[in-house]
Structures are given as structure tokens and as C-alpha cells.
């Protein structure tokens, strides 16, 4: 089954089964941000709805501080973060559901917006919660994904709060 | 004479306004260790900002008393007021703090991630 999203088009049996390096896990939470960035971009330019414009804005802004973080700690731990299947799936995944959303207008460019920020971002806290943090075997890179996983929840419940108000 | 003191007394307290003033910004929260909810001897209770809460996220405090807010977290935060312009900060970003005299107990969010709220409670 393929869903819009990036991460649910991923089978689910091969997210259980894979064994990822640390710098695979480092690409893919790299990757994974980006792709978020670069649905808020869309947003940026074609919403002209204010509590989506500042969600997108917002996730722009997080999702950056959580790139810049990794790839401090990427340099520091001197790791090339490295492409896998998992990270390939994500931008092919990604790919689709830009041009989904480039061919949506008004509210129901919004709806489609929210709505894929509602089931990337429950993929993406599945990802990190069930096959980045158990794979991860260093310290640090553990730690940043723990830490980036409330922010990850955060982001679903606001987008869930903005969802429910569109669909008023 | 006389003048050349007042004027000098005038400037001094223009600056210390102009300090206290200062005092309630975003200002760096380093070279201090705070502990959540935890009151100092000149009444002043700290709020940490971390893993996207506010921990306490209720705090019971003495009218008068100063709350400070300092931002642990990964990103960039706020503290507003649920009541409209009740009470606002700037944003508070990561490794700063704001600080604010508390006249009444108020619900609080952050408006850049508004499913994050606390509570000021007046004893």
C-alpha cells in the first residue's frame, strides 16, 4: 500500500526488519527534516490562511534547528551521514506528495497540507521512536533523536488542533 | 555645584531605570544553575523551558513575586498570555530566559507551539 507521505510508503514489514548504521540513521533524520522544510515552503508561498502560514513557518524554523543539530554532531563525531534505502524511499515519497500538493489552491491546498502534516509527522515520531533511536548505537546520536521526539509530538498535536479547525 | 550633583543624581538614575528595565528582556541564561519551581531567598521562581513544557507547569506564586522563564529546549519559545496582551514575551530563544513580576494568577501558552501551556496560581 502507498500512502502520500514520505514515510508511510515505506513497507511497514521492511521498516520493522531493517539494521541501520549510524549514518544511515543520520541521513535519514537529516532527509526526513528537509522533506518537512520543503512541504512548509510550499505553504509559505500558496496558503493565505494565517494559523497555516505560522505552522509552516514554524516548522521551517524547528526542523532546521533539529538539521543544525545533527550535523554539528555529525562533524564533531567526524560521521558522513550516508544514503540508504530508507532515506531514498523518504524523497521518492516526498517527491509525490509535493506535486500532490503544488496542484492544490486555496482551502483545499490547506486541507491537503494539514492533513499530510498530520500523517508525515505520526510516521515520522514511528520511525524515529521504533527503527532510528533502537538502531542507534552512539550516545549522542541517541540522545539528539530522544530529544527531538517531544518536539516531533508537539508539531502532530498542533497540526491535529489547525486540522480540526479547518474542518469547522 | 549644587546643579552639577543633581544632574549627576538625575544620570544615575536614569541608568538604573534603564538596568531594571533591561532586566525584565530576554537576556542569557548561563552561569547559573535553576532548578524548576524552586523559589530563592528574594522570591523569585524559575520556569524551565525543555523537551517542549513548562516544567512546573503550574506554579503557585506571591503577587510580587518574579517568575523567570528560561528556555533548555532545542527551539525557540515564547510565553503569552491566554488572556489577550495580559502578558507577552518576546521570543525567548534557546539559552536565554525572560523574566516578568507576577500581578495575577493566568493561564500561559506558547504561541509558536500553542499546545504547550502553564499556569501562574496566586497564593
Known sequence: MVISTGLLSLPVSAQKSQKLTDPEIASVAVTANQIDIGYANIAIKKTKNADVKKFAETMV??????????VA?????????KDNATSKAFLAGAEKTKAMLNSKTGAAFDKAYVDNEVSYHKA????????????????????????ALPLFKEHLAHAEMIQKQLSK | MRSTKKSILRNSTYILCA?????SCS???????????????????TI??????????????????????????????????????????DTIHVG????MVVKDSASYHCSIHPTMQGRLILK
Not at chain 2, 513544557?53 to 527551539?75: H, R
Open chain 2, 19 to 23: 538596568l531594571f528595565f533591561l532586566g
Open chain 1, 124 to 147: 515520522a515520531i514511528n520511525e524515529v521512536q521504533n527503527v532510528l533511536i533502537p538502531n542507534a548505537t552512539n550516545g549522542e546520536l541517541k540522545a539528539l533523536l530522544q530529544s
Open chain 2, 48 to 89: 524551565v523551558i525543555a523537551q517542549m513544557q513548562f516544567t512546573p507547569a503550574e506554579l503557585s506564586v506571591k503577587p510580587g513575586d518574579t517568575v523567570i522563564w528560561i528556555n533548555n529546549d532545542m527551539v525557540d519559545h515564547d510565553v503569552t498570555s491566554d488572556k489577550k496582551n495580559f502578558f507577552y514575551s
Open chain 2, 96 to 99: 536565554k530566559m525572560w523574566k
Open chain 1, 61 to 70: 524554523k524547528d526542523h532546521q534547528a533539529v538539521i543544525d543539530k545533527a
Open chain 2, 27 to 45: 537576556s542569557p541564561a548561563t552561569n547559573r544553575n535553576y532548578d524548576e519551581g524552586k523559589k530563592d531567598t528574594q522570591g523569585t521562581d
Open chain 1, 73 to 81: 554532531l555529525v562533524t564533531k563525531l567526524k560521521v558522513t551521514p
